[in-house]
């Protein structure tokens, strides 16, 4: 029943949101996918472009839904039945009122499934991109490409399912302009065997021999993050006043070769992203109670991040009390297990001690960190873990906060011991809307 109620709906939205991107036929399209970085990526392009014509974003749009209504510039308010009512019935009116103007238009095109309406060949009927820029592929969102995969080892499991997941990205690659671009990500193995498959232009990047744009060694030191990266014979370096994962690097490489592509060049590229912030909730640094500091990764968690910044905290705290405030990595399936154990290797190898929240966590991670004797709580209240935290923190301690979005929802722990309660309006989830949906969890 709900598919009967549900493909009218898309198909409605789709044929609406083509006929608006018919207003702007000559902008260049630039799609993005990948597991992880999309939206940092997606800010990234946009503000190099903005040097050189009218950008349109996407904002957080980036699914079968998102796309559309973004395109016709139309937001939900609480995606409740009338708000969808209203969204239908606004958008023929999006037609005769919705001109805007842009010479680039920066999308993310996110899927969560093998099978449509959440592949990456429906979102291709939606919009078809001039330029590809691919990420990466990893285990996140894996739970709907489980039935693909029928090998019950886990460490098979973890290859085939990246893998699949790849195939899956690559389609955007494959579905693009003939006369357009692909920018890869050609570090990754499983991305790298499927280029063959493209007709399109390659602008490969990554720290491996055989990159169009390497990238050298990144690093965080007190003054910020900052990298190198070599591209048709020039070196540059790129210096950014905040922290950033390491793997944000690629973040950026990959948005100096799609804007590179376009006709920026990487020195106008470097300068424009000495502006660059990260999105909130990414990977944002504020201060918090008892002198302490706040590393706040809360809007969601694949392994492949968290595992990141339990090393970045590690670097950035150095002798200083090193806190982790770790939430359950969901929609991982039956690759859940695997990764929260090792999960536990991770906290016990960067931090000093865990604060856990959530069910995966507790059945997976928690088991591990007791029976190595490392100092952790579990918490399945929200309540008692602020509680516990605001009254615990070590003077100058670095805490990293990260989590998945459903109903974990951390930035409710950034919130709580920020040193300046105004920094609360740069944290992810704010609105009406997600503080309803977060007080139904209390």
């Not at 800010?43 to 040097?51: F, G, K, Y």
């Not at 893998?163 to 991305?191: F, H, R």
């Not at 740069?426 to 949906?437: E, H, N, V």
């Amino acid at each position: 029943m709900k598919k009967l109620v549900v493909l009218p709906v898309l198909a409605y939205l789709r044929f609406f949101a083509r006929l608006q991107l018919k207003k702007n036929k000559d902008a260049t399209i630039i799609g993005i996918t990948g597991s992880a970085g999309k939206s940092s990526t997606r800010a990234a392009i946009s503000l190099i472009l903005a040097t050189r014509g009218r950008v349109k974003d996407s904002g957080s749009a980036n699914s079968e839904t998102g796309i559309p209504l973004n395109i016709l510039g139309l937001s939900p308010i609480n995606y409740s039945f009338l708000d969808w009512f209203r969204l239908l019935i606004l958008a023929p009116f999006k037609l005769l009122t919705n001109w805007e103007k842009y010479d680039y238009y920066v999308v993310e095109m996110g899927i969560d499934s093998p099978d449509s309406p959440k592949n990456m060949s429906y979102l291709l009927k939606i919009i078809r991109p001039h330029v590809a820029v691919i990420l990466n592929a990893t285990l996140a969102h894996s739970a709907s490409f489980d039935y693909l995969v029928k090998d019950r080892d886990p460490a098979r499991r973890v290859t085939k399912l990246t893998q699949k997941i790849a195939e899956e990205k690559i389609k955007l690659a494959l579905g693009i302009d003939p006369t357009g671009v692909t920018i890869i990500n050609s570090d990754q193995k499983e991305l790298r065997g499927l280029i063959k498959q493209l007709n399109s232009r390659i602008i490969k990047f990554g720290r491996l021999k055989g990159a169009s744009l390497i990238i050298g060694k990144p690093s965080n030191t007190r003054k910020g993050f900052s990298f190198s990266f070599s591209y048709q014979g020039h070196t540059h370096d790129v210096v950014l006043p905040d922290y950033f994962e390491l793997e944000f690097a690629y973040t950026f490489a990959a948005a100096i070769s799609a804007t590179s592509a376009l006709g920026v060049k990487p020195s106008v590229a470097v300068r424009a992203l000495a502006k660059y912030r990260s999105p909130a909730g990414r990977m944002s640094v504020f201060s918090g109670i008892n002198n302490s500091t706040v590393i706040d990764s809360s809007y969601n968690a694949s392994p492949a991040s968290t595992y990141s910044l339990l090393q970045l905290l590690h670097k950035l705290a150095g002798k200083k009390r090193k806190i982790a405030v770790i939430g359950d990595m969901r929609e991982l399936g039956k690759e859940s297990k695997y990764a929260h154990k090792n999960l536990a290797d991770q906290i016990i190898k960067h931090a000093d001690e865990a604060i856990l929240f959530g069910e995966d966590v507790a059945k997976l991670t928690l088991p591990v960190l007791v029976a190595r004797h490392f100092p952790v709580k579990h918490f399945a209240q929200m309540t008692d873990l602020i509680e516990y935290l605001t009254a615990s923190i070590p003077k100058n301690a670095h805490i990293l906060v990260k989590g998945s979005q459903n109903e974990i929802f951390l930035e409710r722990v950034v919130e709580a011991i920020l040193a300046d309660p105004a920094d609360s309006t740069k944290l992810c989830r704010r609105g009406k809307y997600w503080d309803r949906i977060r007080s139904q969890l209390e």
